[in-house]
């Protein structure tokens, strides 16, 4: 449980449409848990422990090293190659428990998908624009607290 900004962070990697149907980048994500602030994010075109050690090395450069960096138990985040950085600069890693589908809420609504995204009928013309610089401000469109 985190009691201050900068003391558990949470990553996980989600899968993004591409230009072409079937094509798909995996953006990788790391929040604050207490500030729900993103702290690092990437887009890469594949996933793997190498992109994710690089992502956590900037962002810790930048952010600072947490006490706990929490993820699920996927092959990107149980890899040798996360572990080793991780137990380097003594940050303890947490891992969802066996058989839990997600012990952390706040991370998949944030980076839930854009496809799961509601529309009404009436909307299904209207780009989805909110969280843009300049887009439309519709709660509808919005992931709140994120």
Known sequence: MATAPREVYSWDTTKLPGPVKGTYFDAYVMIDIFSRYIVGAHVQTHESGLLAAEMMT???????????VHADRGT???????????????????????RVSNDNPIQSHCSRPSSTARYSRRDRHRPMTA???GGVADPRFSTPGC
């Open 58 to 68: 900037e962002t810790f450069a930048v952010h600072g090293i947490p006490n706990v």
């Open 76 to 98: 990107s985040m149980t890899s040798k190659t996360v572990a080793t950085p991780l137990a380097d600069l003594e940050a303890t890693r947490s891992h969802s428990g066996p």
């Open 131 to 133: 969280g843009v610089p």
